[in-house]
Each structure stands twice: as C-alpha cells, then as structure tokens.
C-alpha cells in the first residue's frame, strides 16, 4: 500500500470483522474500509461458496488483488457497490443487488476517515477471504493476498445512485460447499439419511448445469471448491468429515456422468471420465 496506511483498532460485528483505515496516495488521503469473516470452519455455510466473503464480492465485480500495494485508487467507482453510514456512524455495505453485504459494522475510525470519504465520496472497499479479530489486520490481509482471497475496489460513500449506476442486478451464485456441509451436519444430527443427502448433493449439479446460460461457473471449478485448503485438517471431526467427503464423491461423480453423456452426445463416442479398469465412483469415494 502506497504511503503506508493506519488504523485505530478492529472491531468484530457478528462473524464479520471490520478494519477502517486511512491510505496516503500521492499525498491525497483516501478512506478504506476492509471486512472479512472472523474465521472459517465447517459449521461456516450459507455465506456465499463454503461462506466466503471474498468468493461472493468476487462474483458480483470487485477485481482479485494482486498486492496491497496496488489497491485501485485511479480506477472508477465499482458499479452498484457503496458504504453507507447512518446517523450513528455504523457503516453498512451493499452489493449490486441491493443487499446488505455488511452490516451493523461499528470499527474505530483514524481521524479524518469521514472527511476523506466524503470529499471524494468513495470508499476503498478490500474484502477478504478471512479477517481475523486481531491486532495486526494489515498483516492478515497480506497474507490473504498472497494466497490470491482478497478483492478490492473503489465504492461509492452513501446512498445508491441507482439513477446513474442503474438499478439492482442479480446474480446467480452457487454454494456447493456450504450445501454440502448442511446436509453433513443434518446427517451428523440425525435429521436426514445419509443416502437422502446423497440424493440432495447431486442436486449442486443439477441446479449448475440449470444456471449454465446465466454464467455458472464450470464443473471443474465446482468440484474445485469442494476440495478447500480449510477442510483438509477436520480437527477431530471425524464423522463431519466422513460425511462431507462422501458427498463431494456425489456430487464430483454427476459431474463425471454429466460430461460424459456431453462429450459422448458431441463425439458420437463414450469416453470413460475416469480411467480404464476404475470401478465407476470408487476413483472418487475411497478418498
């Protein structure tokens, strides 16, 4: 970050942890506002992919970052996004659609946060994959960065300009991993069959292959998602864990069979999405 940047504490709102601070461009200081969730773990769902902030900011138009010392100050105004701050100085985020992102944030300001806000009226919004409450929040976001989980970008400060942003669009996000771990805990509370979520899992498939014409992501990157850093270490949750990775074999095998019959209907072939010899799904379930 260029001219360094300072911020007067952290201040945890529900599971979203929020950072304001000041950056010194070029001698002009600019507001920032950061947010993350505090911590992921398994019982995270229902947050966007496996409940992650920077995933949901990703898909509705804030650009990957690629270092803290390149946050785009020169480049306009995220279309739709702004930081709102109401008449008790709590700060609220909304997306593109409408929605509140981030609410009921209430960090401690540097002085003259407002000012700069105001007087350029934006925000450098950086959203994080997690952001942890602690006394080093710069330090937690370059770690993010490096690890390729933080987005970035200039929003408006106030209410939505609607008449010169345009109204609200929806966009479609899948959740393959939170879904996943729902139907894990349900099988671990004995609310639901373990096959009954077999069943519901191979529906993350089917629901993607529906919202394909409206940019869903590949099934690679699907399956991708499922196969998280975080929930390579279960800590103890052996059973939880069992569970997920039963399911990611569900739902990586529709995705097999679905481009199989795709590649098959193309080519006029049967190509085997797994190799020669495999027992169709073990590939998958004895991982």
Do not use: N
Not at 21 to 40: K, N, P, Q, S, T
Not at 126 to 134: F, I
């Amino acid at each position: 970050m260029t001219g360094g940047a300072k911020g007067d504490g952290v201040r945890l709102s529900r599971e979203v942890t929020g950072w304001a601070f000041i950056a010194d461009v070029e001698g002009v200081r600019h507001a920032g506002l950061a947010v993350g969730l505090a911590g992921i773990s398994p019982f995270t769902t229902g947050g966007g992919v496996g409940g992650s902030l920077f995933t949901r900011a990703y898909a509705r138009g804030l650009p990957a970052l690629l270092s803290l010392d390149e946050l785009p100050f020169s480049h306009p105004l995220a279309p739709r996004w702004c930081v709102m701050q109401d008449e008790e100085g709590v700060l609220s985020v909304l997306d593109p659609d409408g929605a509140h992102f981030v609410h009921d944030l209430d960090p401690e300001r540097p002085p003259g946060w407002r000012e700069a806000a105001e007087a350029s009226g934006s925000v450098m919004l950086v959203v994080s994959h997690v952001l942890p409450a602690t006394d080093d929040p710069l330090g937690a976001l370059v770690f993010e960065t490096r690890r390729g989980k933080v987005c970035a970008g200039s929003v408006r400060f106030g209410e939505p300009a609607y008449e010169t942003d345009g109204k609200p669009t929806v966009t479609f996000v899948i959740d393959p991993v939170g879904v996943l771990m729902e139907l894990a805990q349900y099988v671990c509370d004995r609310i639901m069959s373990l096959d009954g979520a077999k069943r519901r899992a191979r529906e993350v498939e089917e629901m993607r292959q529906a919202l394909a014409e409206h940019g869903a992501m590949p099934a690679a990157a699907m399956v991708d998602l499922l196969f998280r850093d975080e929930f390579l270490d279960h800590r103890g949750l052996v059973e939880f864990m069992y569970v997920y990775w039963r399911l990611v074999a569900e739902v990586a095998d529709a995705c097999a069979r679905a481009g199989h019959r795709l590649a098959g209907a193309g080519r006029g072939d049967h190509p085997h999405p797994f190799p020669p010899g495999t027992p169709h799904g073990r590939f998958w379930v004895d991982l």
